[in-house]
């Protein structure tokens, strides 16, 4: 994990960018929920053989910008977000996870 705030726009608190998580804080270390949901993104990028993923995120958010006209709703109703985000409780989630399991959530 990399913590710098430098790195991150504003709107921000982290990011999974494959091997890395980038945190905004240090204090974002002992979040397990937040944790969690960035280990789901590294799973689902390994899944999709990284660079794919990444064109897969852009398409789905373009899509969904069009869909809900909001940035914001774009970004929470994109598939890998949304299984992040409903999982991200789950401790032993990525243990029992079921391959492309973000497919669920198209």
């Known amino acids: 994990m990399i913590v710098n705030k430098y790195l ?23 979040d397990q929920y ?13 899944e999709l053989f990284i660079l794919p993923f990444y064109i897969w995120y852009l398409l789905e958010y373009f899509y969904r910008l069009f869909q809900y006209k ?14 992040a985000y ?8 990525l243990s029992e996870r079921k391959f492309w399991a973000f497919l669920q959530f198209l």
């Open 86 to 93: 409903t999982q991200e409780m789950k401790e032993d989630y």
């Open 34 to 46: 937040f944790i969690n949901h960035e280990k789901i993104h590294l799973r689902q990028q390994i």
């Open 8 to 30: 991150l726009g504003k709107q921000f608190k982290g990011v999974s960018i494959w091997p890395f998580v980038i945190l905004r804080t240090r204090e974002l270390k002992d």
């Open 70 to 83: 909001d940035t914001f709703l774009a970004y929470k109703n994109i598939s890998f977000e949304r299984e």
